[in-house]
């Protein structure tokens, strides 16, 4: 079953593989959410369940077992990552034959695999950056392993997934910056060869493309910084015209083509607050069916199945996703498979041409989930293997959502994550806000959030306003509030805990990565008696340097971040007040900062400047610095060495005095 998800270039759409979730994205995600009543129960005096052992850290930091269970065309062929030499590589075998039997045809050593799928029978694509620039390349395997191909061997260039083109076991459509930084022309690579054709040039002011079911490009997204628009052509070979313009602010996100690619599904929010599922005319981008829309919270996705030609259920989140299903078919297979795995989330993330033969996948909160194969003739479940193996579900501890009012009486919802086997009574507390910003936080396994409830800490995420999910306005009340309003969310989540006596007031920190890490050190810096201490993880320190340091392929949307941000120039005194290095003479608490040297969204210059400023000041203040990783630390040896220095840093920060 296909997916309509816009994929970050690690997941191409047909067959997605996990991904590093919650760091900074310049990109206008639409994620779900709604209000929750809080779960905390008033007067608990006993523990509800026993306390677990103390888990070593690094089994909740180690690459899995296995991730990304996927299948060749005809069925025949399993394949999946796992680790050697600690970097996932591609494994592949028999799909009768047992896992152990698996035969690894890459050898990549110095990163994990980025993602990866099939093209036909005999050949994978997978994705690779070098030392995390983001400047991903994509490189072709044989089945057998004897044969690999870097397809996009260009410097300093990035390949973006535009179609993995299903029907088409030869070539991948594919974005390419190497013409000019700034913007991405779309080719045609041949996955054997690595020939590319060129099938549309960029005219500078595009930032999305489209194909359609027959791997046609026509359909287009530009923008002026402010205004985007959507440029349709009825043939490959005909004009672009300009057949919707709209302010940034409304959003209407084509996913796919209609099976006789003569209409477009959107989500869409124009006229409503949240968004919806529709059916567009794309020469006119009219509306003429809604298909499903929610009262409470956005639209995230809708699937369809390619053989049978029938879109098949469309997924929202509440706390937890939800499905809608059209049809009746998929609300039967998604029902029989619940009856099968009870008690977790459930995805089809991978399925042979025919369709009958499924990867499926589960998930909860409390693990990393399982893969299995399920043979839709036969109606006949295989497990293939868990993800974590080593870690016990039952001791690990439950993700529970809570709201709160904001102090402006805005609703914010989030999750509580309470430590197992303690009286929820004058804890200490991580709080733990997401990147993005216009992202959000979900119910779901969460590897950092698990290792501190084990550690005895209770852990808040909130979806403080500008999360995405809750419609138009929510995400338009975080506009030039970077460390105002959004912050002040984050401050009454944890005025909130203290007031319901789950919190000691003292020992509250405050830890999150990209714009988390951003709001750690506002919260440090505007708020500096709230906190024990923080951790800033790849965080935004200075406004200005930010945005004069993102990617270049970022630039065509600098006037949107101004809208949203605050513009350099037009606004310096906000920006002032607004960037925590030109406030370290307010910060009191200890802090701890990672960074990767070759990130290329938040640049390490962001953590130097507050590590020097800090300095000035004569605060020594524990940096850590990886010249082999870009927007956070992909690499399990960095992983381990960055969460054993914040496990002593909140031991010795956050003991009870």
């Not at 589960?362 to 989930?369: K, L, Y």
Request: one cysteine or more; charged letters at 25%; aromatic letters at 10%.
């Amino acid at each position: 079953m296909s997916q309509s998800t816009s994929l970050p270039i690690a997941s191409p759409s047909r067959r997605p593989s996990p991904t590093r979730a919650g760091l900074l994205s310049i990109a206008l995600l639409c994620g779900v959410s709604s209000a929750q009543a809080t779960i905390v129960g008033e007067g608990q005096t006993s523990p509800p369940e026993k306390k677990p052992p103390q888990i070593p850290l690094r089994d909740f930091f180690r690459n899995p077992e296995i991730a990304g269970v996927s299948l060749s065309d005809d069925g025949k062929w399993v394949s999946h990552l796992a680790p050697h030499e600690k970097r996932l590589n591609i494994f592949v075998r028999p799909i009768d034959a047992p896992l152990s039997a698996a035969t690894r045809i890459t050898n990549e050593t110095a990163r994990d695999l980025a993602g990866y799928f099939w093209k036909g029978n005999d050949t994978l694509v997978y994705v690779k950056d070098f030392g995390g620039d983001e400047n991903f390349h994509l490189v072709s395997v044989s089945r057998d392993g004897k044969t690999l191909k870097d397809l996009t061997p260009f410097p300093k260039v990035r390949a973006e997934i535009i179609d993995d083109l299903p029907d088409d076991p030869d070539t991948v459509l594919v974005g390419l910056n190497k013409r000019k930084p700034e913007v991405f022309d779309v080719y045609r690579v041949r996955v054997k060869t690595g020939e590319l054709t060129l099938v549309a040039e960029n005219p500078g002011n595009i930032t999305s493309w489209y194909a359609d079911h027959k791997g046609q490009v026509r359909l287009a997204g530009t923008t002026d910084g402010v205004n985007t628009s959507l440029l349709f052509r009825a043939t490959p070979k005909a004009a672009w015209k300009k057949v919707l313009t709209t302010s940034f602010k409304d959003q209407v996100a084509p996913m796919f083509f209609s099976f006789d690619n003569a209409k477009v599904y959107a989500t869409s929010n124009l006229g409503r607050d949240k968004s919806a599922v529709v059916l567009l005319d794309p020469a006119t981008m009219k509306e003429e069916k809604v298909l499903f829309e929610h009262p409470e919270v956005d639209i995230d996705s809708l699937g369809y199945w390619r053989q049978r030609k029938v879109v098949s259920c469309a997924t929202f989140t509440t706390w937890k996703r939800e499905r809608n299903c059209f049809d009746p078919d998929t609300k039967t297979l998604f029902s029989k498979l619940e009856q099968k795995l009870p008690g977790y989330e459930i995805d089809i993330s991978a399925t042979n041409k025919a369709e009958d033969l499924l990867v499926v996948r589960t998930r909860s909160d409390r693990t990393r989930g399982s893969f299995w194969l399920y043979d839709t003739k036969a109606d006949k479940l295989t497990k293939v293997a868990d993800s974590a193996p080593w870690l016990d579900e039952k001791q690990l501890a439950q993700m529970k959502p809570i709201s709160y009012k904001s102090r402006d009486g805005l609703v914010i919802n989030g999750y509580l994550t309470l430590p197992k086997g303690v009286v929820p009574k004058g804890l200490p507390v991580v709080v733990n806000p997401h990147g993005g910003p216009w992202h959000r936080d979900e119910w779901r396994y969460n590897a950092e959030v698990q290792f501190l409830a084990n550690r005895g800490y209770a852990v808040m995420q909130m979806n403080f306003r500008g999360s995405t999910g809750y419609g138009r306005k929510f995400w338009e009340s975080s506009f030039k509030e970077w460390g105002g309003k959004m912050q002040d969310d984050v401050s009454d989540g944890v005025k909130y805990l203290i007031d319901q006596g789950i919190a000691d007031a003292k020992r509250v920190a405050i830890y999150g990565g990209s714009y988390g890490g951003y709001a750690t050190l506002a919260g440090l810096a505007f708020s500096p008696d709230l906190y024990a201490c923080g951790i800033d993880y790849v965080g935004v320190s200075n406004l200005f340097t930010f945005m004069k340091t993102v990617p270049p392929y970022w630039k065509p949307m600098l006037e949107m971040m101004y809208a949203m941000v605050g513009h350099p120039e037009k606004e310096k005194d906000l920006l002032t007040a607004r960037s925590p290095v030109m406030h370290v003479d307010k910060m009191r608490a200890p802090l701890l900062i990672a960074q990767g040297r070759n990130d290329p969204r938040v640049n390490v210059d962001e953590s130097d400047q507050m590590v020097a400023a800090l300095k000035k000041r004569g605060i020594d203040v524990p940096y850590l610095v990886k010249d082999n990783e870009g927007h956070g630390f992909h690499n399990e040896e960095n992983r381990f060495e960055f969460y054993e220095a914040m496990e002593k840093f909140l031991a010795k920060h956050m003991s009870k005095k």
